[in-house]
C-alpha cells in the first residue's frame, strides 16, 4: 500500500482499559473509570425523557444541518446560526480544521502538553508542528506568538488546558489574540469551560467580532455527560464556517445526538449543579495533597494532575489493581503524574484512600 510517509509512524489512540477488560484482568466486580474526564454525576433527566418520546424513523439519513439543534444553540449563544459547525464531537472538529488548513509547507503551534489531538492530526496532514512547553502548567503565550511565522495556518489554544486544568485569564487571552496575524486561525478549545470559577470565567464568544480569525470549539462529552453520543461544536465567523463546512462529513451528528445534545443544553440547573459538586470535590483534593505534601496543578476542569514524584505507570497501575481507573501521566508529557477525573464523593474518597495505601507500601 501507499499509506502516507506519517502514518506508517503514527501510533493509533489508545483509550484507557475498558471497564470490562479491568474487571476481567483483576477479578473485580465494580469499577470506576476515571480515566477520560466523563461527567460522574450522568446527564440531564431530560435527556431520557426526550429520547422516550423519540418517534422518527432511525432508517432515514439524520439532518445534516442539524437545523434544530443549530435553531436552539443560536439562539442561546445569541449568534447567527451560520456561525456554528456541528460535528461528532469535537474531536471531529479538530480533525476537519486541520483537513481545511494544513498541509505538507505549513505548520501548526501548540502548547505542550496539550491535547494531544491537535497534534495527531496535524502530523496526519503532513504539516509542521511547533510545540512551545507550558510555563508552570500554563500556556507559555509569549513563547507561543514567537514561533508563528507566514506559513502558520492554526495557532491551539486548550482552556482549560487539558492536562494540567489551568486557565488564561481574559486579559492574557486578550493581548494574545491581538498579536496573532489575523490569518492565523486561532482554535480556542473550551471542552471543560463549564468548570471554570465563575469570578474568572468569561465569555470568549465576545471576541468573535473583533477577532474573526478565532473560531471556539465546546462539547457535550464533559458537564453534558453525553460523550458516548458524539456531540461537539464550533462558534466562529460565518465566512470561517463557510470555509470548514466542505471539510465536514455530510450526515456527521446524528438523531439521538442532536436531540440529546438539544435538551442536554436547556437543562442549565443540572450544570450548575454539576459545577458546584466538582468545586467541591476539588477542594478536598486539594486538601489531601497538601497533607500529604503532593505537588499538583490547581485545576479549572473536573480532573486534576497530580505529581507522585516516582513513576506514573506505578501508581496508576497500583489504582487499576483496585479497580479505579486512571490516567498515568507517562502517556500525558508527566512521567510522575497521574491525571484523574473528579469523580462522585465516594469514588474520589476511594481514590484518596487507594492513593494514602500507595504511599504507605512505598514510604
Ligand atoms: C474531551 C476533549 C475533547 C473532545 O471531546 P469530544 O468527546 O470529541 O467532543 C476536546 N478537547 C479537549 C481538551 C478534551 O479534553
Known sequence: M????????????????TIDEVKKQYKLESIVKL???ENPYGYSPKVDQALKDFKASYILYPDGYASNLREVMADLLNVDARQLIFTNGADELIQIISRALLEPGKNT???????????????IEGAEVREVDLLNGKHDLKGMLSQIDENTAIVWVCNPNNPTGTYMLEEE???????????????????????????????????LEQFPNLIVMKTFSKIYGLASFRVGYGISSIANIQSLDPARPPFNTNVLGQLAASTAILDKDFVESCRLKNETEKQKYYDFCQENHLSYFPTQANFILIDFACDGDKISQFLLSKGLIVRSGKALGYPTGVRITLGSKAQNQQVRNAIKEFMELNS
Open 2 to 17: 501507499k499509506w502516507k510517509n506519517q502514518i506508517l509512524n503514527l501510533e493509533a489512540y489508545k483509550p484507557g482499559k
Open 35 to 37: 480515566a477520560s474526564n
Open 109 to 123: 503551534v501548540m502548547a505542550n502538553p496539550t491535547f494531544s489531538q491537535y497534534r495527531h492530526n496535524a502530523v
Open 173 to 207: 487571552l486578550q493581548v494574545f489574540l491581538e498579536q496573532v496575524p489575523s490569518d492565523v486561525l486561532v482554535v480556542l478549545d473550551e471542552a471543560y469551560f463549564e468548570y471554570v470559577d465563575k469570578d474568572i470565567a468569561y465569555n470568549s464568544l465576545s471576541f
